[in-house]
């Protein structure tokens, strides 16, 4: 019933949305609150969590990245993002965030049960959105995130993500009806596949995810509600190398 509601808020838009472009998403202090649904394979009781994004403005720590895509190589700096799981206040662990005029790229939640998203594409769209679009995306993924539920290996493996505009809908969400630009993307790797399904609204960045894991685990996030406070500055973390993209 569940993964069947789901279905029920997307109404299809026969004609593109016009959607003004706001102020940027991941602006410093903005909290972003996922409600989680995730259906094990084989299984029909979805479990529920709750997982909030608290942006803590640009990473000062890990200094300017160069992103790379086909079209051009973006030196940026990536925002700080603190992760918090089941509501908890305080964020346990923290990674980035990259927003720009050409592209919204997100590292996913990584802790526990999460660690399987590293082998999932990544959220990410280029901009301005056009249907049709194709992008493909690289990822050198460390042995330290298999696990016996999804994978393991030795050594370093290359994941292949390949992304695509499909189109526009409406989502019926808490926020409100939001017209959103829709993605759909498939990784490949030696050790499995996956796919994402992605909803980005300009003003609020990706406001649905649908996953299906290399395990068959089916996860999806939706955004339930948003808030702009003064978060506290984290004590410095260690920080992940961003890897090329093509």
């Known amino acids: 019933m569940l993964l069947g509601g789901v279905s029920l808020l997307m109404a299809c838009q026969e004609q593109p949305v016009q959607v003004p472009i706001p102020a940027k998403a991941f602006r410093e202090g903005r909290k972003l609150t996922y409600q989680v649904a995730q259906v094990a394979l084989g299984r029909q009781q979805a479990q529920l969590d709750t997982v909030v994004l608290t942006s803590f403005g640009p990473d000062l ?31 346990h662990n923290f990674s980035g965030v990259i927003e720009h005029d050409s592209l919204l790229w997100l590292h996913p939640p990584r802790q526990g049960a999460y660690a399987v998203l590293e082998l999932s594409p990544f959220p990410y769209i280029q901009l301005p959105a056009k249907l049709g679009h194709r992008w493909t995306w690289d990822l050198t993924v460390g042995e330290q995130w298999g696990n016996p539920q999804w994978a393991t290996w030795q050594g370093n493996i290359q994941m292949r993500s390949q992304y695509q505009v499909v189109g526009q809908q409406e989502l019926r969400t808490p926020l409100g009806l939001l017209p959103c630009w ?3 993307a498939h990784a490949s790797s030696p050790v499995g596949n996956s796919s994402l399904d992605l909803w980005h609204h300009p003003a609020h960045g990706f406001v649905q995810l649908d996953y299906r894991t290399i ?20 004590f410095s973390l260690p920080n992940y190398q961003l890897s090329a993209a093509d």
């Open 182 to 184: 829709r993605v759909r």
């Open 61 to 91: 720590d890990m200094g300017v990245d160069t992103f790379r895509t086909a079209q051009f190589a973006l030196l940026t700096r990536q925002t700080k993002l603190g992760y918090s799981y089941d509501a908890h206040a305080a964020p």
């Open 215 to 234: 395990n068959g685990t089916h996860l999806i996030f939706k955004l339930v509600a948003e808030s702009v406070e003064h978060p506290v500055k984290p």
